[in-house]
Structures are given as C-alpha cells and as structure tokens.
C-alpha cells in the first residue's frame, strides 16, 4: 500500500468474515483521512481474502499471517509496520463492531493533543448496553480492579485507541509480556507509568454483532495474573 494518510487504523481480525465487509464500507463512507492495515491470522473463514477485496476502494493492506497468533501480537505488528512506515498515530479498532466507526472521528481529532486516546465504557456517554449480565460484571470487575491495583483509571482492557508513533518509538513495547486483553492492561499501564498524556472519549460499545467470541476462561486468568504481576512491580518500585 502506498502510504496516503498520516494515521494508520490497525485491525486485527481471526474470523471475521461477518462483519469486515460492513465494517470496511462503513468507514469508507466517512472518508476519514486513515490508511486502513488489517492483520488476519490465517482465518479460516477467508476473512483476509474479503477484505482484501476493499484494497481498489481505500488505502487498504492486509498482512496475513501464518496462524492464530494473538491480539497483542498482531498490535506490535501494526505497530511496527507504522513505524517503518512513518506514519505519525496509529489507532487500533476490533472488527466485531464492538467499537463504532461512529467514533473514529471524535478519537481521531483529540489524538491530536495527547499521546494516547482510549476509548471508555465507564465515562459518562458511554457503556455496555446489549452486553449480557454476567459479561458486564465481569468486565466492570476488570475496571475496578484495574483502577484499584495499578492506579490507572481507563478502560484498560478496551482495544479501540490512539497512540502517536512517536511515544511507540520510546515504549519498548516489544517487551510487552502479556498477550489478549492482557496485553492491553499492560501496555497503557506501562505508557501511563512514563508519563505520557492520555485522554479518554466515551464509547458505548455493543456486543459482538456477529461471528463467535473468543474470549475464554484462559483468557480472564491471564488478564488477573498480568494485573497481579505489574500491580506487585508496581509495590516493589514505590518501595525502592
Ligand atoms: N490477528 C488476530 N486478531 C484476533 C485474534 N483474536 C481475536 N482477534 C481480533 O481482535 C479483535 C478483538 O477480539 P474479540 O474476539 O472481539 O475479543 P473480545 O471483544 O474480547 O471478545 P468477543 O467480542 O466476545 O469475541 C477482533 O477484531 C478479533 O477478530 C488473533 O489471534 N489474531
Ligand atoms: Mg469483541
């Protein structure tokens, strides 16, 4: 893709055949000034396949890659690839319409005056209507957790952000243990901890419209492990 824009919109996607093609029109038609980067692990729905079919319409590229390697993983790609790429933000956005391209713009015009923008559900505006009552709970247990043991009030475990690439150069978020929504909790605590700016927009978000979920046992507990591990550095540093 030749470069256009000065932002790149990264989304990954594992089985998303459902949704990508809405979703890809619907930015489309709000001729936002994005370069949009799409990284599939191999979906076996042909998800890349689709999306690739929007590359003649918008400054699109899709990286596949060989298999399912993980949210994390596939934001340190886009990462790199803006960087390489020089690109000045980058902002990240799921495919399951969780995160309305409604909102890209608003995102998109205060990440011009700070660091990092993250979408929040627990603003005022903003919520999880839709949700069921056990995934609300749990993931309201998350924020608290979150903003009680690392000290940090965002909505950390959301993926719909803005990051300048120039605070992406200074993190070493290549060094980003955690994978999933850990990985997410990790990176802004670690962003926040060096100082930069961070603002939040309120965003409601509606569950996944369609396709399955991925979220799964596993994946809860590797969010509290990372919780509980940086919540301890963090102890241990204020100690020293
Ligand atoms: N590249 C890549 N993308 C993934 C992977 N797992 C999930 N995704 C994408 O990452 C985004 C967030 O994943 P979701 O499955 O929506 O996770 P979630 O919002 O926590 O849970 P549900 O909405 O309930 O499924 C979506 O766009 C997914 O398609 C993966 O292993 N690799
Ligand atoms: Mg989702």
């Not at 000065?6 to 055949?17: F, Q, R, W």
């Not at 949700?131 to 309201?140: A, E, F, I, K």
């Not at 300048?164 to 070493?172: K, M, V």
Request: hydrophobic share 40%; charged share 20%; with cysteine.
């Amino acid at each position: 893709m030749a470069k256009r824009f000065d932002t790149l919109l990264v989304i990954p996607t594992y089985n998303e055949a459902a949704n990508i093609p809405q979703l890809l029109r619907q930015i489309g038609t709000q001729a936002l000034p994005l370069d949009l980067l799409i990284i599939d692990d191999n979906s076996p729905d042909g998800t890349a396949q689709l999306a690739e079919t929007f590359s003649n319409e918008f400054p699109l590229k899709v990286i596949r890659r060989s298999g399912k390697l993980g949210v994390g993983s596939a934001h340190k790609e886009g990462f790199r690839y803006a960087i390489q790429n020089n690109y000045a933000a980058v902002m990240t956005m799921d495919a399951d319409f969780a995160h309305s391209p409604e909102y890209l713009r608003e995102m998109l015009s205060k990440g011009s005056t700070s660091d990092v923008v993250v979408g929040s559900r627990y603003l005022k505006g903003g919520g999880l209507p839709g949700w069921s009552l056990p995934r609300r709970l749990l993931t309201y247990a998350a924020h608290r957790l979150t903003v009680h043991l690392l000290g940090i009030p965002y909505d950390c475990t959301g993926g719909f952000r803005h990051y300048r690439t120039s605070l992406l150069r200074q993190i070493h978020f290549d060094g980003v243990q955690s994978e999933g929504n850990a990985f997410l909790i990790e990176l802004i605590f670690q962003i926040s901890r060096r100082g930069f700016s961070i603002s939040q927009i309120p965003i409601v978000i509606n569950s996944r419209r369609l396709g399955e979920s991925k979220i799964s046992r596993t994946e809860i507990l590797r969010a509290l492990k990372t919780v509980c591990r940086l919540c301890l550095g963090r102890m241990a540093g204020n100690r020293s």
